[in-house]
């Protein structure tokens, strides 16, 4: 078996990691990507023209016309959660597997945005950058965590860990899913806009899809409190960001902190990130060595699978999966 690992050797230093490559090579022959670019279609089709499976990073994309070109592949491994720029439907009309990596960050993100609050609300990063400019740093009223209300919005994995985090703090939690259940104690299931108007801390953990695109908007900048931070882990999709930045402007919020944004890698814009009430940093919520192992040795297992013939676990579209390996049928 032939496998195309996708990922530049920045990528593959910061996001696959030499356990993972390793466990790789000692399932297959592995071709790696030298060029310092993620690898358009021309390029995908010549670097796996021969191979079996693409394991490919968040940056590289499955597109539609690639599949038709390359009739040795078997399975489109996504090193990573969202799988919006690959071609799902033509991968399943050409027999291909397409699988995604677990979310194996939910620690990481959920740390960073606790470290986002509080930065939020005593100025950590305001009076470190002007103490490296050598300015004298203005001395504000912060606020403490403990007895303040979250509010986060969407509870999948991260969610649920950061509310039993922030429970200890001493903070109530609010949730606004509309596909989720919540029976944990101390944590109140409400509507979005009842959560809009009453957290003091409004954390974006939303799934991104056509549904959630431009969710947090005007209108709802206009529901928070004046004195109400507003937080995205998520994607930027979410964000309608001309009126993030009225908002912010406009001080009709306090401050917004991101990790992510509609920029190149889904990082923060730098007009945004810019302005003097925003704290951001450029996507490393799941850059952890234990987020990034997680993700890149489940790849490796989703490999062996695939070259049993077995379904992985990850996988997106089994029942369509046609160009499964020959020792499989017997």
């Known amino acids: ?164 985090l922030v429970k200890v703090l001493g903070m109530e939690v609010l949730v606004a899913d509309p596909y989720a259940s919540v029976s944990e104690a101390g944590v109140k299931h409400v509507e979005l806009d009842h959560l809009l108007a009453h957290a003091d801390y409004v954390v974006c953990l939303a799934v991104a899809n056509e549904a959630t695109e431009n969710l947090m908007g005007q209108a709802a900048f206009e529901r928070m409190q004046r004195h109400a931070f507003f937080i995205n882990l998520s994607r930027g999709n979410l964000v309608d960001e001309a009126a993030l930045a009225a908002a912010l402007r406009e001080n009709r919020i306090a401050g917004a902190a991101m990790d992510v944004g509609r920029a190149r890698d889904q990082m923060p814009m730098p007009e945004l990130a810019g302005l003097p009430n925003v704290i951001a940093t450029p996507h490393i919520g799941g850059l952890t060595p234990q987020a990034i192992e997680h993700q890149a040795l489940e790849t490796v297992r989703q490999v062996e699978a695939i070259i049993k013939g077995e379904v992985p676990f990850g996988a997106v579209n089994p029942e369509h999966w046609t160009r499964r390996p020959v020792k499989a049928m017997s």
Do not use: W
């Open 1 to 164: 078996m032939k496998v195309l690992l996708t990922h530049t050797p920045e990528f593959r230093r910061q996001y696959y990691g030499e356990r993972a490559l390793k466990g790789l090579q000692a399932l297959a022959e592995v071709g790696l990507n030298e060029a310092d670019a993620a690898l358009d279609a021309n390029g995908i089709v010549a670097a796996a023209r021969d191979a079996d499976i693409i394991v490919a990073d968040r940056l590289t994309e499955g597109r539609g016309e690639i599949f038709p070109k390359l009739p040795n592949l078997r399975a489109f491994v996504r090193c990573a959660v969202d799988i919006r720029n690959i071609d799902v439907e033509a991968a399943t009309r050409a027999g291909v597997l397409v699988t995604r990596a677990g979310p194996g960050f939910v620690q990481a993100v959920a740390e960073l945005a606790l470290g986002f609050m509080v930065d939020l609300s005593r100025g950590i990063s305001r009076a470190t950058a002007d103490y490296h400019a050598a300015r004298q740093p203005e001395v504000r009223m912060g606020r403490q965590l403990a007895g303040s209300r979250i509010g986060i919005i969407g509870y999948g994995s991260i969610g649920r860990y950061l509310a039993q």
